[in-house]
């Protein structure tokens, strides 16, 4: 089947095979239109990788919130849920949208899944972008040389969820001023955090909430349970069952002030780099605790989803602060993490710029 011959209603009926088998049982199943969709998908070493990173690229195109959210679950997208059975990735679809299973399968999933073929149907048609290194997601890390200072550095960038890091010491989450954490099925940065944290049964039944635990317990012992804290705050947490994937701490960087009597938030772009040069000081501080020492650090573009912050603004807000710890030598392996390429080429476009050529007709300080 040659891509342009590819139709919405094929796809639709493939998907819902996804659903219903899972991203671990693809192998010797016919799927015709997902397979020619990814065929230019030349970096996946099987067919089901293929169709799974096709998949991923056109999840990751709907629209952050309850749509993409519940697609991740649906297709088992979502970290930790690979192995789920469909009813339980159905049922926790269901709860992002406040609906019963009944509900959802008749109605939202198939809008959910309808919206995940349409986007297929876009790039097979060349009317999507097309796959290349600036956006194509089998690229998903990349490293960008930059000039902190005197010297020179190189940042690693993520170009997925936050919840795919591997073996990144410490992840940032950023957080309104009261460390309250968002339900874990939102899209958010921290929401993600506190659902790949959580310890699950087979079922994804909830068996602990490490990160919400140990938050609550943080504000107790400063006494601000209840009361917002000071913009720029950080308070360290465990990382519970990101441990295994390498993942030992998470900064919980409070940036979003929340603006009385609605759901917005204000953030302000010197919170965010106050936030950053503390998150640098905290590392300093546990960096012998751990074993082996704390040593690489991961940062979103902090107050760019619901501070509604352009990409541009936070990347400079984060980036003042890392090139000032950068620059004044300190070793730090600093990684950033993003989900959207047009995210990525912001964090790209940090230069390595050349330091201007000195004057030489100024006087030296010895004229």
């Keep these: 089947m040659a891509p342009g011959s590819l139709d919405h209603a094929s796809l639709l009926v ?25 065929a230019s998908l030349t970096t996946a070493r099987t067919r089901e990788g293929a169709v799974e990173a096709l998949l991923r690229r056109a999840v990751a195109r709907l629209d952050a919130g309850t749509l993409r959210t519940a697609a991740e679950y649906t297709l088992g997208l979502a970290q930790g849920t690979r192995d789920w059975p469909a009813s339980s990735r159905r049922t926790r679809a269901a709860e992002v949208y406040r609906v019963s299973e009944e509900r959802f399968r008749k109605h939202h999933e198939v809008m959910v899944l309808g919206q995940v073929a349409a986007h297929i149907v876009e790039w097979a048609e060349g009317g999507g972008d097309e796959p290349g290194e600036d956006d194509w997601p089998g690229d998903t890390h990349r490293t960008v040389d930059v000039l902190a200072g005197e010297r020179r550095a190189r940042l690693t960038l993520h170009i997925h969820s936050v919840d795919l890091l591997r073996d990144v010491d410490v992840v940032v989450s950023p957080a309104n001023t009261y460390f309250a954490l968002p339900e874990p ?13 959580s310890v699950r049964g087979v079922t994804g039944d909830l068996l602990d909430d490490p990160v919400l635990d140990e938050l609550r317990k943080w504000t107790a012992r400063h006494g601000t349970s209840g009361r917002s804290v000071i913009p720029g705050t950080v308070a360290a947490t465990g990382s519970g069952a990101l441990a295994e994937y390498g993942v030992r701490r998470i900064y919980h960087a409070a940036v979003a002030t929340p603006r009385a009597g609605t759901n917005d938030y204000d953030v302000l772009p010197a919170d965010i780099t106050r ?18 020492p704390l040593h690489s650090v991961c940062f979103p573009l ?18 003042s602060a890392v090139e000032a710890e950068l620059a004044r030598g300190a070793r730090w392996d600093v990684h950033f993490v993003v989900r959207t390429p047009e995210a990525a080429r912001v964090v790209e476009r940090i230069p390595a710029r050349p330091r201007p050529a000195r004057d030489q007709s100024a006087p030296s300080r010895s004229d």
């Excluded at 659903?19 to 671990?24: D, E, F, N, P």
């Excluded at 902090?302 to 980036?319: D, E, F, H, Q, T």
């Design 275 to 292: 936030a950053t040069s503390r998150v640098f000081a905290t590392l300093a501080e546990e960096h012998d605790r751990h074993t082996p």
């Design 14 to 38: 493939e998907l819902q095979a996804v659903r219903r088998a899972g991203l671990l049982r693809l192998r010797g199943r016919e799927l015709p239109a997902l397979e020619a969709a990814a």
């Design 302 to 319: 902090l107050g760019s989803g619901r501070g509604g912050l352009p990409y541009r603004v936070s990347a400079a807000a984060v980036w």
């Design 185 to 197: 099925y939102k899209a958010s940065v921290s929401a993600s955090l506190r659902r790949a944290a």
